[in-house]
Structure formats: C-alpha cells, structure tokens
C-alpha cells in the first residue's frame, strides 16, 4: 500500500482526490490537511466523503506532510513551492495548482504577476512524450482543467498536421466547481443558476498560455488561441468547442476522424465517439474518461473538435491518481471510473 | 385596440407572445389556436398563464385566424405560407418560423430540403434599414434566436469595417427552450441538467446561412461563419461568444468600444455594457434587452463580441412584438419589458 | 407620480422592488441606497436593471431617504426602526425585513434574540380585515415569504373551519434568493445545483411563530405547524406542501375545493386551479400570482394544500408593491405582473 | 465470477445497474436486453457507459437472459412475472420493478389496476428479519425509491416506538429520472429547470401502500402516511421530510439522536450526521450511502427525520446490487460507491 496526503483537503480539489484514493486499492490516506480549517472534523467540511467523516484535518506544514510516499497538493496559486522544496526528493509529489506547469517564465510573469517557481513534468500522459517523462517523475504539474479540454481535443489534428495551430478559437462552458469553494458574489447558486455568462475574455485568462505552450508541444508554430470560458448553470464539467483553420481545405470528416481514431486508439480515457454522436458532460460525469468528437466545417474551412471531461476528475484530482498510478508504476487506470454517473 | 389572434398557441414561442400580449396596453387577444389540443382549456397546456386560463384553444384554420388585425403565426416549418396567403393583405401576419427569413432560394432549399416559400421583411429593426422596411410591412418575418443574437454581437463590427466578416466563429449556448415543446429523448430534464452538449456541429444548422445573410446585409463580402451551438442546463437564454478576424490587427480595445458605443447610442433594446462588466443570460431573463460587450485579443487578432438575450422574448416573441409595434406605428417598445428576472 | 425611494437597493429584494417599479405606471424612483457599495453604479450590482445603469448607489441615512412619498425598506433585521422612526409620520414607510412583522414580544425575543422594536399592519391583504388595515396605512410590515406562502395554501381551510390549525406540517422547496445575497459556503453555486437540502428543521426557523400568528388571525386556536424548508436548485420560487388533519374525516375533496373556491373568487392574485392540476413555481414566476391546489387524502385523514408562488414577487416585493398601491388608494393589482415567465 | 444479464438496459435503472456492474469485481456482463431498442448500439442509448458503447442491444426474451446467474429486471410495471417465470429456480432474479413489493393483493389491485403477481423477498436488508430473508433469496423485489427512503427515516423511531406510525407526513423532493426517460411533457428540460411542482397528491401515489406495509413490518399498528412527492431541478436525488408525532412529547432530541445511533451503529450504508448537520442529496449522489438526520420539535410535538439518497443508486440498481452481493454470499458492500459526487 502506498501512504498518500492531501494538502488543500478541503477545497473541491482535494474534495475529489478523496473520492477517488478513498476507493483506490493501492492507497492509504494519510494526512489530510488545510489552512484556516484545521482542527476541525473533515464530514463537516465534505459530507460526501462518509467513511473519512471523522478524520480531523491538520494544518497544512511540512510536518504534517512528511513520511508520505505521495503528497498531493491542492493549494492556492503561488504556495506549491515553499512546501516541495522541503519533501524529500524521494517523495512524489503532484501539484493540482498552476505554480510549475508553465515552462516560459515570461509567460508566467505576464499572466501571474509573480516570480515564475521553474516547471516540472507536465502530467498529461496523453500527450507525446508525456506518458515516459511522468512515469519517472517524482514531482509532476498536475495541468489546468480547461487545458486539459482543449489540448485533448485538438491534439490528434495538431500532430498530424491537419491543423497547425494559428488562429484557434476555443470556447468552453464549464460549471462553476472549477473556481474552487472561493466566497465570491458571482458563484452564488442564486447567480448562477438559470444563467450563463463568459468571463476572463480577450485572451487574459490565465490558461491561454498553458493551451499555446502544449499547442507547441505538438508541434504548432506560434500558435495562437482566443479562448473564452463560459460559466453555465451545472456543478461540474467542461464542454469545449475547438476549432481551426484545416491546413488543407479539402480534408473531409472521414479523413479528419480516421486520424483521430488511430492517434486515440491506446489511449484509456480518451475517447472518439461514433460518427454524428456529439459529446455531453454529463456521460463523464465523476470519471475519468474523456469523450470526443470532431467535424469538418468545409464551408467554413475549419476543423470543428469537441471534447467533454468532468473538471474535477480527468481535470484535475482524476489527472492526478492517473499520474500518480504512473509514477508508482501501477496500472495507468488503476481506481479511475471510466463510467460517468447520468443521468 | 388592436385585435391579434395567435396560431401555434401551445408551444413556447405562442406562450412567450401571449406573456407579452396580456400586458400589453394597445392589443386585445382574439383567437387562440393550435393543431391537436384545439377544444382544450389554455390553462391547462400553458398554466403560467393564469388570465386567459379559462381560453378555448381554436384549431388553427383561415376562419378562426380571420377577422384580426394581427396574427401570430408559432408553427412548425413550413406551415406558414398556406394560411398567410389566405389571409388579407392588409391583416399583419407575422410569422415566427424560418419559411420567410431567407432570400436565398437555393440555401433554403439545402438546409430545410423542402421548395422555398420566398421572403419577408426581416423582423430585425436592429440592422441597417430593417426598422424603416418593417414599419411598413404586413408581412414580417422574425428572425431565428440564434441569428438575431450572433447578428447583434457582430453588426457594429462588421457594418464599421473593424472586421469583414470573414471566418468569423460563432459558439452559442442555449437553454432547449429555444428546440419547443418536442417530445424527444435528449429534451426530457434528466439528460439536460447537470450536462452541456453540442449538436449541429460542422455547419449544418439551419441557422448557418441567416447568420451569412445578415452579415452580408451588414457589408460583408463572402462571409463564412462556424457555428456550434451548445445545450446547457438553463431553460430561457442564449450566450453568444462571437469573434472574428481584425481587419487591422493593431484596433484597440478602446477603439472597438468606441464604435460599438456609437452605432448602439439610439438602439432601445441593445446595450453595451461597461467595460470589464461581460453579458450573463439571467440579466435579460424575460426581456426584450440584449446586453453585449467586446474586446479585442491582440495576441489572437480577433475581435471577441459576447451577447446575452432571452431566446423566447428578444430572440423570438419579443422581438415579433417589436416588429408590430414598428409595423403598427406605435411606438417600439410599447408593451416589451426592458429589466429582466434576475437572480 | 409617486416618488418612492428603496434603501437595501443592492440586494435581491431590493432588486425585485426595482424591476417592479420600473414598470409602475404611477411611480417615479428617487433614491437608491444601500450600505457597503454606496458610490456604486447601480449597473456593476444590478446588472438587470438595465434602464437604472447609471444611476449611483447613495448611503442609506435619514436624508437620502427623505422628501418621498413612500420609501421601501430592504434591510437586514434589526435596522428598520431607527430609519422608520426619523422619517415622516406622513410617508408611507414599507418594510420588507422582519422587524415589525410579529404582535408578540415574547415570540420575537426567543427566535430573534433582539428587543421587539413593535408591530405594524401586516402586509398580506388576503387575510381578513388586512386588506383594510393597509389601505389605511403608513406603516406596513411585508410578510415573510414562507409565511405569504403557507398561510395563503391554508386560510380557507382554516377560516372555514375545514382545519382547525393544529398539528399543521408545512414542507416548503425554495431557492437560494430567499436567503439573500450572502457569501456563505452553503449558498454557493457549485453546492447547491443539483442538490436537495434541509435547514432550520425541528420548529428553529423564524418563520414559524409568523406562520402560527396568522393562523390564529384566521381563527385558530392554539395552532402548531412543523415547518421544513428544503432549499433545491431555483433561483427562485417556493413550494409548499401544507397538510392539517381534516375536523370532519368524511370531508371530501370536492368539498375543500368549493371551500376554496368561494374564498378565492375575488382575489386578484390568489388562483386556486382546476381539480387535478397542482402548481409549479415555473408558473408564477415572476408574477405576483400564487398557484393554489387542494386535496383530501381520506386514508390519511388529511388535508393537502399546495402553493406556489415568487419567492422574491408575491413573497417579497411583489407583496410589498400591492400594499403601496393599497395604501395611494391606486388599484391593488396596478403595475404588477400576473403572468409567470415559463418556461 | 457471477454471469450478469441486465433486461431494460436502455433505461436509467437499467443504465445505473450497469454503471455499478462494470465496476463490481465479481461480476461479468452478460446480456444486455430491451425492446424497441434491440439491436442498437449501446453506446448511442447510454452514452456514459463508455466501457459497454459496442455492445448490442437484445431482445427481451426467455432466452437471451437464460444461462446467466443473476437476471436484473428494469422493466415496465406488470412485465416481471411471465420472464421470472420461465427462468429457473436456481437463478437469481432482481426486480426493480413494483409487481413483487406488495404483500397484500387488494392494496396492489387499488393502486395499479392489475391482477396481483404474488409477493416476493423484499430487498431492503436494513429492515428486522430482511437481510437474512434476502441472503437465501433467488427471488427479490427491490424497494421503490421512495419508499427506501421514507422507510430508513423512520425505521428506527417506528421500531424503538418513538412513534407509532400513524399519522406519518412525508415529502419528498426528487429529480426526474425516478420517473424513467418516458416522453412526457411534463419531463421535458424546459418544463423542470427553474421550477418545483407536486403531484401526485392525496395519497394516490403508488408508493403510499408500500411505505405503510414497510411501517407495518417495523411494527406499526395501522399506519397512516400522507405522502407528497415533489419533483425539484436535479437529475438525480431524494430529500425526504418525515414526520410524525412523539409517542412521548417529552422526548428529546438527544434521546431521538441516542436511539438512531444505536440502530444504525452497524448499518454499512445508513450514516446519522452528526447533531446539527442536515442530509443534502449531492453528499450521497451516485453512491449507495443514505445520509438521515433526526430532530424533536416540541412545539409541534412531532420528530423530523430527513433522509437524502440516490434514487437510482441506493433508491433502486445500489440496492439491487446489494441483494445480489447478499443473495451470492458476497460481501454487502462490495463494489457499491460509499462516497458521492459532490459538488
């Protein structure tokens, strides 16, 4: 069995860690710890998770961390640093937070307005080379949940070349879980419910670059990505619908789904729907799996790819037991649902 | 008074006109008609319409729509044209279907697949000319809520120059109200809530070529437009996140503000928001408002237009009673509420 | 022209009371106030009052206050007295919080905490002799919304003496807005939507001395009500389940029903539907119309009211806005809607 | 392994069975049956279950569900009888239909109409005597879902004799998939967000025979439920308020907690919050875990106990998997979700 703690316990992060390890078979859940919240009963703070009701969360140090063979951190921006340096190097550690998936200090300046902490390895497995990098690591960047969305779904059309990655535009309806339990006028239910709205537009959210620096990875040139997430009335899930100029104006939907089909074949939680069947979160709904679809818009001369994940799991605590699960050399699916709860 | 009578009575779009009629100060309500629940009690099918609960619904036939001033026509597609015709000249008829909303005969003929039934004027008083050829129609046809609201995000931007309506982007999330009272398995509550989807992917909505008609009328020379339009769990709404190419990549944020703000001063029911401040449906729930904002992303050289309305009130009902009012001579927004339901 | 001034001007109350009163025919709004956002736009606060924009959030003091004809209070508990004390005797001094609501001293110290600060008219005109005693009046207390709710599900029955008030058990469902614009965990977005939940259970909720209090205005003796509020996923709306053993077992429903019926029929506001229909919140939204059914359930020895109407319309400000119109002597249904926004 | 057949797998009890199959450890998924929908892909019916989208659906019939060791039949009321028929003895067959819950024929004859089936084991383990009955079964009738949730919130006041049973008040707010994916207006999307209705009002409500004979087997000497569901916009989940007057109206809430706690010490799927906390669907959502909560309320002489659940986990597959585990001589809980998913 392998020891696990979770820093940031009682977030929506480190809400879903839980949910998962709780029913992981290799794990044991050691310390859960957070800020403010310590000393108090952990059902109090996350009454779905019934069998871990009565553990007392601790305060998030380096003490209460220690002696782990995996620690996740689920931590507000700009925190992950201070607290790694001090875990051994032998302890694998995975950040759900932003602080070390940027590889371009600039880029990290520009949209954090701090001093970049460096990068580690980037825990999307499903990206080339990513799966090898990870599997070595002991310390991995958990990637940002609308990143997570559009990379996968544009992934296959960027490395074969049936886009090459200027001018994308992606725009992602997601629920309001994936801005954390924060106490903010515009995540109240009385806001939110009934209404959708975009925030974060005009190329200022703190995700663009992340999506350009793995647009890149696949081989895009200056890539290029107008990005607008749009808050809907659901807990959980990401819907994105990402589309780009067709290098070749011609290419047909067969063509476009053929490339998919074969760059996605291995993969274990990404999958191409059947032609005209379109994704929906709910069918990934608390798991792990991805579901994808992508068209041609020949009129337009663009490629049309959407893809639905559940923020929460594959984007973010899910992502983090797969990478985990790969760290320790376990099986890449081991304790991850494929199956989504719906309806 | 002026006398309506209202076809298509039981569906969504005939009970939005009739939320509007009874308040409305200068109409008295005539015939109310449908196909199979003709000889039922309105009440019954439309509830929320308590003051005409005790209303028998007429069957939909010249003889019952006969004799008004004004007819509603809420029909499925391609109904329209029979009963217009033998309807008198001089009655408005004013129809909420497609059958009349495009010039082109051949792109009807590839999107709907039946003979085109010709055109209307077309009930959006917003573009360039409409609201004068609207004034004096007896026959109007109102626009569909996707376009109406993809065509209010962008028209200052096209008709202006600021882009020129070339492979602009168009992802629209919408409640299923805006699909009517279909009895079909991905309308019923349990598949819709907690769940967006995309449908009509790749260029095939019917809604396509209207869009391209507009931004034509606006100036644009060949415009293309990729489409997708995404089911979220709302029942009233659209979300429309526009954006398109910058003629000149240097256009600041200001500079697109500037314009927008100039070409909407007069408009009674389009606003543009503060700067920073973005649309969310709620804010125009049950009005006849559309609320937008615009910036510019420099790094992506696109111009981002987000728009919010209410599909059965401006996007549908609204926006047919707008059209009266115009085609009435009464003043334009007689009768249309300008707040909407908010939280 | 009435000018009416609304302290509380930010919050959903005072929302409501501003949506209602844009589209007053006879009112004119003055002074808008509030508390912490004072030198605001009212437009960043109040995105859906679109036409009030630019109107600027003034402080909530004796003097902004001043020099209207009616000034509506939408305050936290415990501030109304000191402002209503300083204003004329003359100004018509509405009240929307809980202040003045209870006759009882005692009641209001147990479940308030706090000194009674006195009584005022009650504000419910559907109860015997109010509609009187308001008219009459410059200061009136707004009902609760719970207590608007399930006392109009039960007063035929109880003034008829179908019930005599005792063991009452009122279930009510109800969404967020009830609880006001405050940032607390539980009121979040992400934690309510999908989710069921009951709070207050066991006789702690404040609305139930209200409740009893009017009961006992409508004859009952000694009355008792289990009240649950269970909040799920609407902005808006309460329904209420209201049940009471029969006095007569053998009452049949039909009977209840004509009870009902000749209590009703001159409400303008109260609807009591067809046998067989029961109410949705969706119905009345909005509106200022109250849904009513009612049944018997023989084997149960019960009878089972049911009620919907707007939390925030008929249950706050819609109410509030009836009895400004009762008490200028205008038509109690003047300006407010009677048609629910569904679906 | 256990040999699983699924007859109904297109519905949603049928689709949540299978989402907890894929997961259990013991079983192998053998016949996948429906309708009108055989010979379909599964994955176009059941998008989520990603693991079984290329499985074809079958016939209904004797034979394709024959050579399996479980059958779980999701199957319209009044289907059940002739397919358990022809199955042999040593299979064991769950129903999750209602033709074997009741014991009394008159009772099943006045609520559905038909000839009575007979009366089978009934599944719900947390009741006296049920766990052992249900342990030697190859015949179970899984609870109806409200009646698992009523019945595990009284159990212990009713069988300690807090209460007795007789005047029992009980709503209950439950999303739509209780009601099946039926075509029906009322179930549309557009019809239930935004919106709380009853219905089935009066104690005609089938389940109303079923909650008084699970009341009756605790001990309850003629019980009387008034019961009331409330349909509430979520797809999944039941609150049920549950009250009932005090045999003693002395009786403490602590003495209440003190007698909960001790019937449920050793239940694996019921959970008493701590004092204070209330139960809230999504804590349990797409688990088998049932979260209660009980309170005196001495004014009103009555206890409220609050029970949350999954109606199509532990509300009906969660609770038909549990009788499979109990009747195979498996652990309870294996393979059953403790945890929800929340937010």
Redesign the interface.
């Known amino acids: 069995m392998t020891s696990v703690a979770v820093a940031g316990c009682t977030g ?1 992060a480190g ?1 879903e860690l ?2 998962l390890l ?2 992981h078979p290799q794990t044991e859940i050691g310390a859960l710890t957070a800020g403010s919240s310590a000393g108090r ?1 952990l ?2 703070l ?6 871990l ?1 009565d553990r007392v969360v601790e305060e998030t140090t380096v003490e209460t961390l220690s002696g782990h063979d995996v620690v996740f951190l689920a931590l507000p921006h700009g925190t992950s640093a201070a607290i790694a340096r001090e875990l051994g190097d032998d302890v694998v550690v995975i950040d759900c937070g932003a602080d070390f998936r940027l590889t371009d200090a600039a880029a990290w300046q520009r949209f954090y307005g701090t001093e970049h902490a460096g990068s580690w390895p980037y825990g999307l497995p499903e990206l080339p080379g990513q799966r090898e990098q990870v599997a070595g690591a002991t310390r991995i960047a958990v990637p940002g949940c609308y990143p997570t969305t559009a990379t996968l779904a544009l992934a296959p059309a960027v490395s074969s070349g049936l886009v090459d990655g200027h ?1 994308v ?1 992606v ?1 992602a ?1 997601s ?3 994936g801005a954390g ?1 924060s ?3 515009h ?13 974060g ?3 200022v959210h703190r995700h ?1 670059p992340e999506i350009c620096q793995n647009l890149a990875l696949l081989g895009a040139q200056d890539p ?3 990005f ?1 997430p ?1 808050l ?6 990401i ?1 994105a ?1 990402c ?1 780009a ?1 067709l290098a070749d104006p011609t290419t047909s ?1 067969e063509t476009a789904r053929g490339v998919y089909a074969e760059a996605l074949a291995e993969e274990p939680f990404v ?1 191409l ?2 032609e005209g ?11 792990n ?1 991805v ?1 994808l ?1 992508v ?8 490629l ?1 790819a ?1 893809a ?1 994940l559940d923020n929460l799991t594959k984007g973010t605590a899910g992502g983090a037991v797969q990478c985990m699960n790969l760290a320790l050399g376990l099986p890449e699916t081991l304790g991850l ?7």
Chains 1, 2, 3, 4 share one sequence.
Not at 46 to 51: A, D, E, G
Not at 187 to 199: I, K, P, Q
Not at 232 to 237: A, F, L
Not at 337 to 343: D, E, F
């Open positions: 929506y809400g839980l949910r709780v029913q009963r059902g109090e996350q009454p779905h998770l019934t069998p009701a001018d535009v725009v309806a629920g309001p879980s339990k106490l903010k006028p995540l109240l239910g009385a806001e939110l419910m009934g209404s959708a709205s975009a925030y537009v005009g190329g663009v290029t990505v107008s607008t749009v809907v009335p659901m807990s959980r899930g819907l619908t589309t100029p939907t999958t729907l059947p069947q379109w994704p929906q979160t709910q069918s990934v709904l608390g798991s799996t579901h679809q068209a041609v818009d020949a009129a337009a001369g663009r049309v959407v639905a649902p494929l199956v989504g709860v719906a309806p």
